[in-house]
């Protein structure tokens, strides 16, 4: 017998130990043709009866409308598939021992089967008497009659359970092919995935592992871990797990169930889905050998053609998922790469502190051109110290070209500086503006580009703005300034407009706060609210060493999302500048989750 096609026939049938109006009827007109006191539409779970349709049972069967398989006649015509008529259920040796006859006094006994479509036997309509009893052929023609009705009765339910699921499945592969093309990442795709299927088919669990040289490694999810998913994070390519024969062999491996899984693959294979609490699995290899994905059930599970069309076509979509997320993130990983060699280790000034932070942009698909830099010019008469050329600047776009061009502007603004016997912040912008005009680099960006010399006992800041968000100034004592004065964008100027240098005295104890608007400004919040945010928190921590300062701004932007990359330098005058000798780079501040 096709025990699991039978049970998941009883499944979508929907029958349960519940009074059901349409299998009463059927009871109804058995005890009312066969003129019998109880009357039974009992259909046979895998470790009891059932009776939808009732007539005539006494307490406490009536109200609990079910019974184990100890009280069972009904099992007897499943195993059979043939009618059972006992006369005197006491005189034959297949029953004569049922507690059914001392507790619910079944004597006489006339039981026809009920099939579904595909011949499943799922119970039996039966007509049970106290006494002896000899059943006439019209009788139990009659009983064939209803029987035949009652079953034609679950088959329209069978049929009509599974279009509803054919149309759920439609629906799968609708909202597959619209959510699996928004996933970003591994994790986000495998969480996609977990939250396709609800209702009575819905998985227990997804799997997605994905191949390297060394065999199949797990995707796991954060939100949804489980401790043998840890113990079992890789497998060997001739591993004996369902997942390792469907990448060896590239088809689809299906486990029905528990026995299936004990039969058919290696012990760790059985105990790791034991201790997931599942028994059965498929296994869809994903195109051009990237991985598998498997579908988990808890029960036995019976997959229709449909079903395993539907998961195909699912699993299709996956691939296709994993393979843009892996060239995503291998394009990103080596933007990144570049973005993040392009960043300046800072050198050592005497009477100046300095540190740096950078942050990716928070949305996995953004690399953008943010960039600071920090470097000595030659400085003027034999022994004085050399003065300091800080920038920071953020070409437009979020893209490998935003960081390549970043890379040219960055050095194209040190040449231009170092070509400059005064180097004036605004003569090197220009610069850059002239170089620039000709070569097609696209839309533009910002900087602000400054020199700090030594001034007696303190610092003279000179800068120049191009179009980039105002540096911020704090004094001693707390008081912090926006450094409004700015010009055009970079890239963005006509020829011959001009750039202008600003200056500022800067004394002991003062903090110069250079940032890009990825610091400022939040979607749904207008930048000026930002800026107004940053100058309160350089106000309030501006006191405390600048990587803790730092570090305050970074986690002030946790409640925010971040769309754009986040670059901030900033620099405290400690004191007086000296005659020693600057010293080469020294540690990276930077910050960099």
């Known amino acids: 017998m096709d025990e699991l096609g039978r049970l998941e026939a009883l499944r979508l049938a929907g029958l349960t130990a519940a009074a059901d109006p349409g299998m009463d009827r059927f009871a109804r007109m058995v005890a009312r043709s066969l003129h019998v006191p109880v009357s039974l539409v009992s259909i046979l779970e895998s470790d009891r009866q059932v009776f939808p349709g009732m007539v005539g049972l006494e307490e406490p069967w009536a109200s609990q409308r079910q019974t184990p398989l100890s009280h069972s006649f009904c099992q007897h015509v499943v195993a059979s598939g043939e009618p059972l008529i006992l006369n005197d259920s006491r005189l034959y040796r297949l029953t004569c021992a049922s507690l059914a006859i001392p507790d619910l006094r079944v004597i006489a006994y006339a039981g026809m089967p009920l099939t579904d479509a595909d011949g499943h ?108 998913e840890a113990d079992i994070d890789r497998l060997e390519r001739d591993a004996g797990f369902p997942s390792a024969q469907a990448m060896r062999e590239q088809r689809t491996v299906f486990v029905p169930d528990h026995a299936a899984l004990a039969d058919g693959f290696c012990p760790e294979a059985v105990a790791g889905y034991d201790s997931l609490g599942l028994s059965s699995v498929l296994c869809v290899p994903l195109a051009r050998g990237r991985g598998v994905l498997m579908w988990c059930w808890s029960e036995a599970h019976v997959l229709t053609v449909t079903e395993e069309a539907v998961l195909t076509a699912v699993a299709g979509y996956a691939s296709q998922a994993v393979e843009r997320t892996l060239f995503v993130e291998n394009r990103l990983s080596a933007a990144e790469q570049l973005q993040s060699a392009m960043l300046t280790a800072l050198p050592v000034v005497p009477g100046l502190e300095m540190a740096a932070l950078y942050l990716p942009a928070a949305d996995q698909d953004m690399v953008g051109g943010d960039w600071y830099d920090a470097y000595l010019v030659p400085d003027g008469p034999a022994g004085r110290q050399a003065a300091l050329m800080v920038s920071i600047g953020d070409i437009i776009g979020h893209d490998m070209r935003a960081a390549a061009v970043m890379g040219q502007v960055r050095s194209m603004l040190r040449q231009a500086t170092l070509g400059d016997r005064k180097h004036s912040p605004a003569a090197a912008l220009a610069a850059v503006d002239s170089t620039f005009a000709v070569l097609p680099l696209g839309p533009g960006g910002t900087a602000v580009h400054a020199r700090l010399d030594p001034c007696g006992d303190r610092w003279r800041l000179t800068w120049s703005n191009a179009g980039h968000t105002p540096p911020l100034l704090r004094l001693p004592g707390g008081r912090v300034s926006a450094l409004q004065e700015h010009d055009l964008l970079l890239l963005g100027t006509p020829a011959g407009s001009p750039r202008r240098d600003h200056t500022r005295e800067l004394p002991p104890g003062s903090v110069l706060m250079l940032y890009t608007d990825g610091l400022v400004e939040h979607r749904d919040s207008d930048i000026d609210d930002g800026i107004a945010q940053a100058v309160s928190m350089l106000s309030a921590h501006g006191d405390r060493p600048l990587p803790e300062l730092l570090d305050a701004l970074s986690r002030g932007l946790e409640d925010f999302p971040r769309p754009d990359d986040v670059a901030v330098l900033a620099l405290r005058v400690t004191g007086p500048p000296d005659d020693a000798p600057t010293r080469g780079p020294g540690p990276d501040y930077s910050a960099r989750p």
């Not at 799922?122 to 009788?139: F, V």
């Not at 009983?143 to 439609?170: N, P």
């Open 121 to 228: 036997v799922l119970g039996s309509l039966c007509a049970i008497g106290h006494e002896p009893r000899e059943w006439t052929e019209d009788e139990l023609r009659d009983l064939e009659d209803l029987a035949a009705a009652c079953s034609v009765e679950l088959r329209l339910r069978i049929a009509t359970e599974q279009i509803r699921r054919d149309r759920d499945h439609a629906a799968v592969l609708l909202r597959a092919s619209v959510e699996l093309g928004r996933s970003r990442e591994l994790t986000d795709l495998l969480r996609r995935l977990r939250r396709l299927f609800a209702g009575p088919a819905e998985p227990s669990y997804v799997g997605l592992l994905l191949a390297d040289e060394r065999g199949l490694f797990r995707v796991a999810d954060p939100d949804d871990l489980r401790p043998v």
